[in-house]
């Protein structure tokens, strides 16, 4: 069966399909390399780049047209590789500014801040790019981009976003001067409790420690 909709995508081998596979693999070789800890000093500053150029790759997905696999349903690409791991090891290395606040949908009116982990983010934004490139090796390239097109706007976008912001502000305050006070309450575990103390305390982190151990300070 002929799949027109992937017609500007894959006509030439060397072209979109490619650079996406491409763009996702470096993504995910990269952030595991920062995940082993061996250069901590450095991990905010390049993880904050990381996902802008993962970004620029999603933001080519979302203003493609929408991309039709070839098949009805969805091929079975078998176990997912385990990411907790990967999760764990960047608690570590981000303690303590691992947990931010985050507005969900911004055009919901009146939207509470929720908490999140830029170590959770992290995983998932690893989880659903390697589906997509477990599709792509195994030469299912159309079902490989309307995965990473899907999963952009509905899971990892929003996601990769939300952490950029958490990054971008961390760098900023640092660089600027501008340390934030301690965050006390931030969990994101917590239930109707801890969404109350989420918004008497958005915006706040440990930025005295940031300073040191991630490599933030100016020289």
Known sequence: MSDPTLHNATQN?????VQISDSVESFIVAVTEVARGDEPDSAVPFLLLEISQLLLTGGRLGAHEDIVPQDRYEPDI?????????RERFATLLDPVDVYNELFDPYVPRSAPVACRISDDLADI??????????YRAGRISEALWWWQFSYLSNWGPTASAALRALQSLVAHVRLDQPLDELDGLD????????????EEAGKVMAAEIAGPLGLRQG
Do not use: I, Q
């Open 188 to 199: 994101t575990d917590s239930g109707a409790d801890g969404e109350e103390n989420l918004e």
């Open 126 to 135: 690893v989880t659903d790019l390697r589906h997509g490139l477990a599709h």
């Open 13 to 17: 081998p060397d072209d979109f399909a």
């Open 78 to 86: 078998g176990p997912e590789p385990d990411v907790d791991e990967l």
